[in-house]
């Protein structure tokens, strides 16, 4: 970023300057906390330009970026000041009449710029659609929008942390995913993929004789079936099914209703392809 003047731009949240620190008052300030907050400030004044808040600044006005008291960030402004960074202005009329700001020369422009670049690298680096990488899948990608309530906001960030997604953007394309599914369901006949889990007594005459004939029905619908006894009378049989929904549908309904089953479960979904990947 070496350009003279910055252009407009916005700041996320977690890249405004760090909240006001409390600092002993008469706590000397280690030459390495003095640089580390020069350089802070230069940064400060750099973004509050940029955002057009303000161009001149005084001591005081820092200390709500920067957590120092106003007569050490006025030292570390005349640092700042000597070495061609920051000029002093002086206001000749009205309430703040003699009153010392400081504002950043062109070298400072510059500098602020550079530092505040390599601070939030990770942030200002071109993001998808700002650069010519053929290997991107920016044709692919949508963005959106969206409003919310405040509260319902934090409680859908509250259960994405709760399932360990990685971004909102993840969460968000299940959510369109299973409603996509659901749509499909409702409003007629749809390539469908998914699991019937049945619980049933194994030494049930009807229920062995139902799943041998379904089977062989099937055979074009059910994938595969994996079977765990868990018990002297009680198992647990999943079949994973591929093929028209309604087929599928039927094909559970008759299973999970047989005399024997004492409890059934159909899990329905689209395959990948119809899911937008």
């Known amino acids: 970023m070496n350009r003279a003047a910055p252009a407009r731009f916005s700041v996320p949240d977690k890249m405004r300057p760090p909240a006001k620190r409390k600092q002993s008052k008469d706590r000397p300030v280690r030459p390495s906390a003095a640089l580390a907050a020069t350089d802070e400030i230069l940064q400060v004044m750099y973004w509050l330009r940029g955002e057009e808040i303000a161009r001149e600044v005084a001591p ?10 106003a007569r050490r960030i006025e030292a570390l402004l005349l640092r ?9 202005v002086i ?3 009205g309430p703040e009449e003699g009153r010392p700001r400081f504002r950043l020369t062109s070298e400072g422009v510059r500098e602020g710029g550079r530092r505040f670049a390599e601070e939030f690298t990770d942030f200002t680096r071109p993001r998808h659609f700002e650069h010519s990488d053929r290997n991107c899948d920016c044709d692919d990608v949508s963005r959106f929008s969206i409003s919310l309530k405040k509260s319902l906001f934090r409680q ?22 299973d409603q996509l599914v ?5 409003a007629g006949e749809f390539e469908a993929v998914g699991t019937i889990m049945l619980a049933f007594d194994p030494h049930h005459p ?5 799943l041998a004939k379904v089977q062989e029905k099937y055979l074009e619908t059910i994938v595969s079936t994996l079977r765990v006894q ?3 009378r009680s198992c647990l049989e999943v079949l ?26 159909l899990s329905i979904t689209a395959p990948q392809e119809n899911l937008g990947g």
Do not use: C
């Not at 005081?60 to 008291?69: F, N």
């Not at 700042?80 to 002093?88: D, F, M, N, T």
């Not at 009807?206 to 139902?210: A, E, F, G, S």
């Open 240 to 265: 994973v099914v591929r093929g028209k929904a309604s087929a599928i549908k039927a094909l559970a309904d008759r299973l999970i209703g047989a005399k024997g089953v004492k409890h059934g479960k």
């Open 156 to 177: 859908f960030d509250e259960m994405l942390r709760d399932k360990g997604y990685e971004n909102r953007s993840l969460a968000v394309a299940d959510m369109m995913r």
């Open 80 to 88: 700042l000041l000597r070495a061609r960074l920051v000029e002093r």
């Open 182 to 186: 659901e749509h499909w369901r409702g």
């Open 91 to 93: 206001i000749d009329s």
């Open 206 to 210: 009807q229920i062995r004789n139902l």
């Open 230 to 232: 868990d018990g002297p």
């Open 60 to 69: 005081d006005d820092l200390t709500k970026w920067v957590g120092l008291k």
